[in-house]
């Protein structure tokens, strides 16, 4: 099974800053699996970005995808207060299909 | 769009079996673009990816699981459910149904919790 481990847990910023979150992998993942999910409280998670790279329909363009090796990023590049929530990065690529345990983007 | 809305029972009882339908809306699930999946999220946790099917009845499921679980669809009706039997405490969860499209899962139902208690 591939473990995703996020960090940092969790990212205390404020409005108009950048965040970067990162996912790593226990073993190679393509990039092609690799997906990026934002959940508000109640609400079930939404797409961000999948293989790696490419943003969902509707997704702002301050949200980016990169990868290095086996280490997945997401970034944004300057927070609104809609984007406070926890986000999740998930791998379809082997099973069985796993997320990461989270990392919670809180308002400073 | 397309819709997704899990439904069945709020409760169940330990060691009985746990069942619910996901129904899609505005697409059929007779599609061979997508998977058909079901994910659950423990209170206050992270997700757990359970297993999909495909229209042709193909399943696959994770292995922690397996043992107690039926994935199953009903193309006339454009359902698909799940059926985890001998539950406990421990499969409490928001349980949801998604749709994976190709490139990852796209849609999700709003999720329904489940409780496991006597």
């Known amino acids: 099974e591939i473990v995703l481990t996020q960090s940092p847990g969790t990212l205390s910023l404020s409005p108009g800053e950048r965040a970067t979150l990162s996912c790593r992998a226990s073993q190679s993942v393509s990039s092609s699996y690799l997906a990026w999910y934002q959940q508000k409280p109640g609400q079930a998670p939404r797409l961000v970005i999948y293989g790696a790279y490419s943003r969902a329909t509707g997704i702002p363009d301050r949200f980016s995808g990169s990868e290095s090796g086996t280490e997945f990023t997401l970034t944004i590049s300057r927070l609104e207060p809609e984007d406070f929530a926890v986000y999740y990065c998930?791998?379809?690529?082997?099973?069985?299909?796993?997320f990461g345990q989270g990392t919670k983007l809180e308002i400073k | 769009q397309v819709q997704l809305q899990e439904s069945g029972p709020g409760l169940v009882k330990p060691s009985q079996t746990l069942s619910l339908t996901c129904t899609v809306s505005?697409?059929?699930?007779?599609?061979?673009?997508?998977?058909w999946n079901w994910i659950r999220q423990h209170p206050g946790k992270g997700l757990e990816w359970i297993g999909y099917i495909f229209f042709t009845g193909t399943t696959q499921y994770n292995p922690s699981l397996k043992s107690r679980l039926t994935i199953s669809l009903d193309t006339s009706k454009n359902q698909f459910s799940l059926k985890l039997s001998s539950v406990t405490a421990a499969d409490t969860a928001v349980y949801y149904c998604?749709?994976?499209?190709?490139?990852?899962?796209?849609?999700w139902g709003q999720g329904t919790l489940v409780t496991v208690s006597s």
């Open positions: 505005s697409g059929s699930i007779r599609n061979g673009a997508y998977y």
């Open positions: 998604a749709r994976w499209s190709g490139s990852s899962i796209d849609y």
């Open positions: 998930y791998q379809d690529g082997n099973s069985p299909y796993t």
